[in-house]
C-alpha cells in the first residue's frame, strides 16, 4: 500500500471582529468608494501602489499591485490581489473570491465576507476568511495579521 504524500495545499478559516463608532452606510462606503478604499487598503501600507482598480458590483473585479521594498525579506517582489464581488448588499455584506500572486504565482486563493451590523456604538463588523494557501503561501497566521493591520487602517480612515 502506498504512503499519501503531504498535502501541498494548507487550508485555513479565520474569524475578526471589530467595532467602528461610524454608520453602516459609512463603514460600507470606505469598501466600495474607491477613493475612501485605496486610502486604508493600498495606500495604508509599507509598500509601493503600482495599481489600483475597482470594479464594485457582483460580478466585478479588483486588481491591487504593489512593490515590496528593496530592503525587505521580499526584495522588490510584485503581490498582485485580484478580487471577485460575489454578493453585495449594501450597508450589510460584501462577499468576494480574492487570488493573493507572488510575481505573478499564485500562493492562495480566498473566500471572504465582511458582515456590517449595526450597534449602539455605530458598527460590528464580523470579517470571515477561507483560504486555500498553496505549496509554502503566507500561511494563516500572517494572513490574520495582515487583516487586523488592515482593519486598524480602515478604523483610523472612519476617525478621520
Do not use: C
Not at 20 to 45: L, T
Not at 47 to 64: A, I, P, W
Not at 67 to 95: F, H, Q
Not at 107 to 128: H, I, N, V, W
Amino acid at each position: 500500500m502506498e504512503t499519501m504524500q503531504q498535502p501541498t495545499v494548507n487550508h485555513s478559516t479565520f474569524t475578526l471582529e471589530r467595532s467602528f463608532p461610524a454608520a453602516p452606510e459609512r463603514v460600507f462606503s470606505a469598501f466600495s468608494d474607491p477613493a475612501k478604499k485605496i486610502r486604508w487598503y493600498a495606500d495604508g501600507r509599507f509598500m509601493k501602489v503600482l495599481e489600483f482598480k475597482m470594479d464594485f458590483r457582483v460580478g466585478g473585479n479588483d486588481v491591487t499591485r504593489f512593490s515590496t521594498p528593496p530592503d525587505s525579506p521580499m526584495r522588490g517582489a510584485i503581490l498582485t490581489y485580484r478580487t471577485y464581488y460575489m454578493e453585495i448588499k449594501p450597508d450589510r455584506r460584501i462577499v468576494v473570491a480574492y487570488t493573493a500572486a507572488l510575481d505573478e504565482r499564485p500562493f492562495s486563493a480566498s473566500l471572504a465576507t465582511f458582515e456590517l451590523m449595526p450597534s449602539a456604538a455605530g458598527t460590528d463588523l464580523l470579517f470571515t476568511e477561507q483560504t486555500a494557501f498553496i505549496e509554502g503561501g503566507d500561511g494563516p497566521e500572517i494572513r490574520k495579521a495582515g487583516w487586523t493591520g488592515l482593519l486598524k487602517l480602515l478604523a483610523e480612515a472612519l476617525a478621520e
